[in-house]
């Protein structure tokens, strides 16, 4: 009881600090007040009742505040009240969260009743030391086998899925966040169209993979606030379940779009746009949420983003910076799409960073062998396929027709297969055993 009423008195904001609109320009709200911090959450009250929208203040210019709303602006005036709650966004953490849907505020949308919590985590986090992240030693099993052979990960790494659209991404979030040896998974869905979120939950993710899982969702057509949080909010809550000693997973669908939200406020506050249209704040945010998962004393977070890629160029701004921050990057390719093999996944222009760290030697020598049959058949693909190379001229060409298809064959997974790591990579060297 004690502990309650000094939580109570901690939140409890002795001074109230107000202002009033004095105009809105697109979604920016500017207010004669309050004079407090930039990140602090404020209520906007409504003109005719005593309800209230939240909106955060991202900003100052001249005499005034800038604000940013979480909700749309509906019953907003000039004049309207800006109170400040002394706070920033905090959003509720604890085990109740498992197998729930719920917004950025972590507020449940999957009906099932309220979801009672004690603690409450900030959503913008704090850096840890570099210095105290031990290094990634120890694998963590996709369960997918394309990515266990040629692409180990450890618990801990950052691994970013790049694809454009109608690829197989979705589907194989739902495959990793159903095999995955991880005792929490947290997923964010940014932006993501109304339509598909039910889908994502009941086609790809299914019941299975829900009972471990907390599913954070801002659809498309909420703010630019809201999509932002989102993703603060589900690395808070990984961060909350990491305390606890756990490994979490935490998957992001899509930094793309997390990144188009941040332009959004940024050149609504005023930022100069600099690649097609990006804000400089962009390139200082990515880090800060990125660096956020990691290897930690107690408890793990292994981060998968996923990164829509504009025209399928794997050279797009936010590709280009998102690539040089994270672990290595699965990209999943039409051309292989269309070949009808999935996951779709272009095992050549795919890397793990950390793989020669966290496998023995023997993997990493039959991985390599692989690639190196992949690469040249692929890199002769136009002569085979018109019929213009002639077996016996090149011995590792021959071998590598004579094996592309068991190759291929290995790399294919349906969508509810899984195997275990060892199953994996007795498979993967049993393709070389006849190897002369």
């Given at each position: 009881m004690f502990d309650n009423i000094c939580q109570i008195i901690d939140k409890t904001e002795p001074v109230i600090t107000k202002g009033k609109i004095d105009k809105i320009v697109g979604m920016v709200i500017e207010s004669t007040g309050p004079s407090v911090d930039i990140g602090t959450v404020c209520r906007i009250y409504n003109s005719k009742n005593n309800a209230y929208i939240q909106a955060e203040i991202v900003g100052f210019k001249e005499n005034h505040v800038l604000l940013m709303p979480y909700d749309e602006l509906i019953g907003v005036v000039k004049g309207s009240i800006v109170e400040s709650t002394g706070d920033v966004l905090k959003v509720p953490v604890g085990d109740e969260l498992i197998g729930r849907v719920i917004n950025g505020f972590g507020k449940p949308i999957d009906g099932k009743g309220e979801i009672q919590t004690i603690k409450a985590y900030p959503v913008q986090g704090n850096p840890s030391n570099p210095f105290l992240r031990p290094q990634i030693n120890e694998t963590i099993t996709m369960g997918i086998k394309a990515i266990d052979s040629l692409l180990t990960c450890g618990k801990g790494q950052r691994m970013g899925i790049f694809s454009g659209s109608g690829v197989g991404k979705s589907t194989l979030m739902g495959m990793i966040s159903r095999n995955i040896e991880a005792d929490v998974n947290v997923i964010a869905l940014v932006g993501e169209r109304g339509r598909e979120v039910r889908g994502f939950i009941e086609k790809d993710l299914k019941e299975a993979g829900l009972k471990k899982t907390v599913v954070v969702v801002a659809t498309?057509?909420?703010?630019?606030?809201?999509?932002?949080?989102?993703?603060?909010?589900?690395?808070?809550?990984?961060?909350?379940?990491?305390?606890?000693?756990?490994?979490?997973?935490?998957?992001?669908?899509?930094?793309?779009?997390?990144?188009?939200?941040?332009?959004?406020?940024?050149?609504?506050?005023?930022?100069?746009?600099?690649?097609?249209?990006?804000?400089?704040?962009?390139?200082?945010?990515?880090?800060?949420?990125?660096?956020?998962?990691?290897?930690?004393?107690?408890?793990?977070?292994?981060?998968?983003?996923?990164?829509?890629?504009?025209?399928?160029?794997?050279?797009?701004?936010?590709?280009?910076?998102?690539?040089?921050?994270?672990?290595?990057?699965?990209?999943?390719?039409?051309?292989?799409?269309?070949?009808?093999?999935?996951?779709?996944?272009?095992?050549?222009?795919s890397i793990s960073r950390i793989m020669n760290e966290i496998v023995t030697p023997e993997h990493m020598k039959a991985a390599s062998e692989i690639r190196a049959i992949l690469s040249t058949y692929y890199e002769n693909f136009d002569l085979i396929s018109i019929g213009a190379y002639k077996n016996g001229i090149n011995p590792k060409l021959d071998y590598a027709i004579k094996n592309i298809d068991k190759i291929n064959e290995f790399l294919k997974q349906s969508i509810d297969e899984r195997f275990s790591f060892n199953e994996t990579i007795k498979m993967m060297n049993s393709l070389l055993i006849n190897k002369q």
């Amino acid at each position: 009881m004690f502990d309650n009423i000094c939580q109570i008195i901690d939140k409890t904001e002795p001074v109230i600090t107000k202002g009033k609109i004095d105009k809105i320009v697109g979604m920016v709200i500017e207010s004669t007040g309050p004079s407090v911090d930039i990140g602090t959450v404020c209520r906007i009250y409504n003109s005719k009742n005593n309800a209230y929208i939240q909106a955060e203040i991202v900003g100052f210019k001249e005499n005034h505040v800038l604000l940013m709303p979480y909700d749309e602006l509906i019953g907003v005036v000039k004049g309207s009240i800006v109170e400040s709650t002394g706070d920033v966004l905090k959003v509720p953490v604890g085990d109740e969260l498992i197998g729930r849907v719920i917004n950025g505020f972590g507020k449940p949308i999957d009906g099932k009743g309220e979801i009672q919590t004690i603690k409450a985590y900030p959503v913008q986090g704090n850096p840890s030391n570099p210095f105290l992240r031990p290094q990634i030693n120890e694998t963590i099993t996709m369960g997918i086998k394309a990515i266990d052979s040629l692409l180990t990960c450890g618990k801990g790494q950052r691994m970013g899925i790049f694809s454009g659209s109608g690829v197989g991404k979705s589907t194989l979030m739902g495959m990793i966040s159903r095999n995955i040896e991880a005792d929490v998974n947290v997923i964010a869905l940014v932006g993501e169209r109304g339509r598909e979120v039910r889908g994502f939950i009941e086609k790809d993710l299914k019941e299975a993979g829900l009972k471990k899982t907390v599913v954070v969702v801002a659809t498309s057509d909420q703010p630019a606030m809201m999509r932002l949080k989102c993703a603060l909010t589900a690395t808070a809550i990984a961060e909350y379940f990491k305390d606890q000693g756990k490994d979490v997973l935490l998957m992001m669908d899509s930094l793309t779009r997390f990144a188009m939200a941040q332009r959004e406020i940024g050149l609504a506050v005023g930022e100069p746009p600099v690649a097609r249209g990006y804000t400089p704040s962009l390139y200082a945010t990515l880090p800060k949420l990125l660096e956020r998962t990691g290897n930690f004393e107690n408890g793990s977070i292994t981060g998968i983003y996923t990164v829509l890629v504009e025209g399928d160029d794997v050279n797009e701004p936010i590709s280009d910076t998102v690539r040089g921050i994270i672990d290595g990057h699965i990209v999943l390719s039409r051309v292989v799409a269309m070949r009808n093999h999935y996951p779709a996944i272009d095992v050549l222009a795919s890397i793990s960073r950390i793989m020669n760290e966290i496998v023995t030697p023997e993997h990493m020598k039959a991985a390599s062998e692989i690639r190196a049959i992949l690469s040249t058949y692929y890199e002769n693909f136009d002569l085979i396929s018109i019929g213009a190379y002639k077996n016996g001229i090149n011995p590792k060409l021959d071998y590598a027709i004579k094996n592309i298809d068991k190759i291929n064959e290995f790399l294919k997974q349906s969508i509810d297969e899984r195997f275990s790591f060892n199953e994996t990579i007795k498979m993967m060297n049993s393709l070389l055993i006849n190897k002369q």
